[in-house]
């Protein structure tokens, strides 16, 4: 008694402190969260300036980082080693949790720090293969010397500064979520690509399609459906001449879809998301105030904390470039040099397929294939889950790729990758050399460079827009494409047939390419590449409506004697072209009615078809147009049962020219056939019903930003507190400033090329620093929701002075 | 006598951490010095807590961003907390909360053991 009296407390307090130090399920350690001297406090920045010198094992020579006024690094070193090394402790230093989330993401392993909850999402990017394909990539490195020192040197840079963190400097999220980073490696680095691949290329529609053709035949998909739309500005200017001989065609064979025993799916796969576009032009001397090429570029994804991008200039004798990077990828990704500059947007051509895999047996150890059997490989894939038992899955692939899932479920009803298939995809090809590029356009001089740094290029495809100071523009959709015959996987393939495999890859030389066309502009914005007319391979059927390419190309032959403000008032741009094609026939329809509304028919007559900040009509109009496509298409081709709408285009196309299709009636209404002016008429009056019930009567509340709601997520959504919510912006996603509820322009950037030393501006919505508790964690969010760009500072060499930087920084080699 | 120690030899020793070093400063402390177990427990409790709250303070004060409005908002999962002035009492409160029962059950524990 006399002992347990004695030790009673201290049992108590070991509970405690084990507790409190712990975290338990989404609960995080409150003892160390709390402590001052460890947790969350410690991430408050009370000294935002960067320590002055450090001694760091690793480089080879002395490292000056230059920080700007934004916390913006110029980074100058001696060697190309110490460059990237340097790179890689600078961006770990402001965004280690971020880049190590991604690779998290990619490897299928957010289980391990998020717990059960993420187990789905894991196994289906587990089983789609970027984990496995990062492997393989890193496995063939060795093959590509400068891009594995320039890994390499980034990795030991991150792992250098890993190692300066005791457990009171860990990002925030580490200390929340209760976990710490790991080492870093090259093949870490390939994850962040894989990421990408897998945002950019990684939806499908091909189920729906088969569905939708099995339903209703293939006329109707070639009437509704088209393979490319009717009214089209592409990517590759009309008429642009072929420049080389093509390959034999592959010949389309007698079957070119199989289609679904039923609608039971495994596994929703959104499709290929217009929302997350881009877009990029240049323009020649012909064109610009300086008689020299000016290039825009804003690439729009998810928008997020910390931002996507992180600035940075990265110089040494080989290599003087600035421009946006990814947190864990080596070299600049969009940016510009000395004489040339360069962007990227989506291509979005067609790069994953689906086969349906006949089995020999349930044993699923063979496969019929081009008539034999054939070996599927097997992998076991553990998914190691925080506060729980692992799990293990046997995952079975055949030569078309990973077979996702093997059950249906009914469970998962409504959703789109089906069971029994094998996916063939870009994103599992292993040639490691998409870094390659970059790295190359970093360093590039001239258009012959670009064009040699494009070779390398694998995926995303991305249309890459260059300029440079010798009055040379050009685009090249570029990236590997597959070698199909027309129409080859739009529907579900049959993976028993040969002739339904991919023919083998387009040459990337034989890319669509333009040049310096006569009309002195360049453009791209998710649109269609180019006219079947004018280039032989088919690269895919659908893209994003033509609205945003229409009208910077508008712009763009309107302009004479640009500037870079005059290229950022299109960045800016929030005419809406689909209200000028869609609303003066709708409104004339509406005047027929006997709605009650009619305060909002005005204020869409008065409209200037601009969505701005504050334009009520533009609320009208965006929900209206969302309500109407539904009720046009939705009783035909229900989303819910995995079917997909045909495009605004094609339903513009019907209203100015079929008003009495078929298409118009609403097929679940038995008594009555609805005509194009009954669909109008509900359509508005329920958009008005809709409106006024989340909004009130006509007011303030109904401005289209309080709308639209467009905010800024931390990564993890739950971390609202960490986020910015209703930022006060115009755009939408048919407008060329796409801002919408949670996508947006995630990086502007205007080049002025120049033969002595060119001026840049740019912005991203966010800041450098990924920590919550930094005043550069948000700094530029005001100024790019009011379309604003920060003149960039791009020093010649490491003497050149400026008033801009706040801090310098040395990196000594510690030996 | 104690209240002091351990304000002193926690703080130094609390920048290399772990988190519950002020914990086993106090311990010690009372194992060493404590008279009675209201003493180590009550001195203790202050210790920490001046040392908790003291220096989350001097950092509140110092810092360029409200970091107690953002992290009432992640630990009531909502963008705002429950406003301003309710989220630095909410913070503090707790921060006194957990170092004066941490310090002061670590007095007591180490004051107990001198019945051994």
Redesign the interface.
């Known amino acids: 008694m006399?002992?347990f009296?004695?030790?009673?407390?201290?049992l108590?307090?070991i509970g405690?402190?084990y507790a409190?130090?712990n975290s338990f399920g989404s609960i995080p350690a409150?003892?160390?969260l709390?402590?001052?001297?460890?947790?969350?406090?410690?991430?408050?920045?009370?000294n935002?300036l960067k320590p002055e010198s450090l001694r760091i094992k690793g480089l080879k020579e002395e490292v000056i980082i230059k920080f700007d006024e934004n916390r913006i690094p110029h980074i100058f070193a001696k060697n190309d080693e110490d460059l990237y090394f340097a790179q890689g402790y600078t961006i770990a230093s402001d965004r280690l949790w971020q880049m190590e989330f991604y690779t998290l993401v990619a490897a299928g392993r957010l289980t391990e720090v998020v717990g059960k909850r993420a187990l789905e999402y894991d196994q289906y990017n587990r089983r789609s293969g970027m984990n496995f394909t990062a492997d393989k990539i890193i496995e063939r490195i060795d093959e590509f010397p400068q891009l594995k020192k320039a890994a390499e040197s980034y990795a030991a840079g991150v792992n250098a500064y890993i190692a300066t963190l005791?457990?009171?400097d860990l990002p925030i999220e580490y200390k929340?979520l209760g976990y710490s980073p790991e080492a870093w490696s090259p093949k870490k680095s390939m994850l962040m690509m894989m990421n990408m691949r897998n945002q950019l290329n990684g939806g499908s529609t091909d189920f729906k399609m088969s569905q939708l053709a099995q339903k209703y035949g293939m006329e109707v998909v070639e009437e509704l459906f088209p393979n490319y739309p009717n009214s089209e500005n592409p990517v590759i200017p009309d008429g642009s001449p072929l420049l080389f001989e093509p390959l034999k065609l592959p010949e389309i064979p007698e079957l070119t879809a199989i289609f679904p025993d039923d609608n039971l799916v495994a596994m929703s796969l959104q499709n290929p998301n217009p929302e997350i576009g881009s877009n990029n032009w240049a323009i020649a001397g012909s064109k610009s105030a300086t008689g020299l090429p000016i290039l825009a570029n804003d690439p729009h994804l998810g928008l997020s904390f910390p931002s996507i991008w992180y600035q940075m200039q990265l110089s040494s004798p080989n290599v003087n470039v600035y421009g946006s990077c990814l947190p864990g990828a080596p070299g600049v990704i969009i940016g510009f040099n000395k004489d040339i500059a360069w962007g990227v947007t989506n291509v979005g051509s067609d790069v994953m397929d689906f086969y349906k895999i006949k089995f020999k047996d349930n044993s699923k150890s063979e496969y019929w294939h081009d008539n034999q059997w054939k070996k599927t490989t097997r992998r076991l894939e553990t998914y190691t889950i925080k506060g729980e038992d692992t799990v293990v899955d046997t995952l079975i692939s055949t030569h078309h790729g990973p077979v996702i899932y093997m059950e249906k479920d009914k469970s998962n009803f409504n959703k789109s990758v089906p069971a029994g298939y094998g996916m063939k995809w870009i994103t599992n090809e292993t040639e490691p050399t998409d870094l390659l590029c970059f790295l190359g356009l970093n360093s590039a001089k001239n258009y012959a460079d670009y064009r040699n740094a494009l070779t390398k290029y694998i995926a995303p495809a991305q249309n890459f827009v260059f300029a440079s100071n010798e009055n040379d523009i050009a685009i090249t959709p570029n990236g590997k494409f597959p070698l199909k015959w027309k129409g080859q996987g739009k529907f579900l393939l049959d993976g028993t047939r040969a002739d339904h495999d991919w023919q083998g890859y387009i040459p990337s030389e034989q890319n669509p390419h333009v040049k310096n066309p006569v009309n002195g502009y360049l453009s791209s914005a998710n649109q269609s590449t180019v006219n079947p007319k004018d280039y032989p391979y088919y690269l895919d059927w659908v893209s994003a409506d033509p609205y945003r390419g229409t009208q910077i190309n508008h712009r763009l032959e309107a302009m004479q004697k640009a500037t870079a403000d005059s290229l950022r008032s299109i960045q800016n741009d929030n005419y809406s072209l689909a209200a000028e094609w869609f609303l003066p026939s709708l409104l004339a329809i509406l005047d027929s009615s006997q709605t009650k509304n009619q305060e909002a028919i005005k204020l869409l007559k008065a409209w200037n078809y601009r969505n701005d900040a504050n334009e009520k009509a533009a609320s009208i109009f965006e929900t209206w147009i969302n309500i109407f496509m539904d009720k046009v298409w939705d009783d035909e081709f229900p989303e819910k049962e995995n079917m997909m709408h045909p495009t605004e285009g094609v339903t513009l196309k019907l209203l100015l020219e079929k008003p009495n299709s078929k298409w118009f009636d609403n097929v679940k209404t038995t008594n009555k056939v609805e005509t194009l002016n009954d669909i109008v008429f509900f359509s508005f009056d329920e958009t008005i019903d809709s409106l006024n019930k989340t909004y009130g009567d006509i007011s303030e509340k109904w401005n289209w930003y309080k709308v639209k709601k467009t905010g800024i997520r931390h990564l993890i959504e739950?971390?609202?507190?960490?986020?910015r919510?209703n930022i006060e912006n115009g755009g939408g996603k048919r407008i060329v400033n796409a801002s919408t509820g949670k996508s947006g322009p995630s990086w502007r950037m205007i080049v002025e090329l120049d033969k002595e030393w060119p001026r840049a501006y740019g912005i991203y919505p966010g800041g450098q620093s990924g920590n919550?508790?930094?005043?550069f964690?948000n700094n530029m969010v005001y100024s790019w929701q009011n379309g604003k760009l920060t003149e960039l500072l791009f020093l010649k060499n490491v003497n050149q002075e400026s008033d801009r930087i706040i801090t310098l920084q040395t990196l000594k080699p510690l030996k | 006598m104690i209240y002091l120690l351990i304000v002193l030899f926690g703080a130094a020793l609390s920048y290399m951490g772990p988190w519950w070093i002020g914990a086993a400063v106090a311990f010690i402390v009372c194992r060493w010095k404590a008279k009675s177990s209201k003493q180590a427990f009550v001195q203790s409790a202050l210790a920490l807590s001046s040392l908790w709250v003291g220096y989350a303070l001097f950092i509140f004060l110092n810092s360029d961003v409200d970091m107690a409005t953002k992290m009432t908002g992640i630990l009531t999962s909502s963008v705002d907390g429950f406003g301003k002035t309710s989220n630095i009492n909410f913070i503090f409160g707790i921060t006194a909360l957990l170092s004066s029962t941490i310090g002061g059950l670590a007095g007591l524990a180490g004051f107990s053991l001198k019945r051994l």
């Not at chain 1, 009296?5 to 201290?10: C, L």
């Open positions: 006399k002992v009296k004695a030790i009673w407390p201290s108590l307090l405690l402190i409190l130090g409150i003892g160390k709390f402590n001052p001297f460890t947790g969350f406090w410690q991430n408050s920045e009370t935002s005791s457990e009171k929340i739950a971390f609202k507190a960490f986020s919510f919550p508790g930094s005043k964690y």
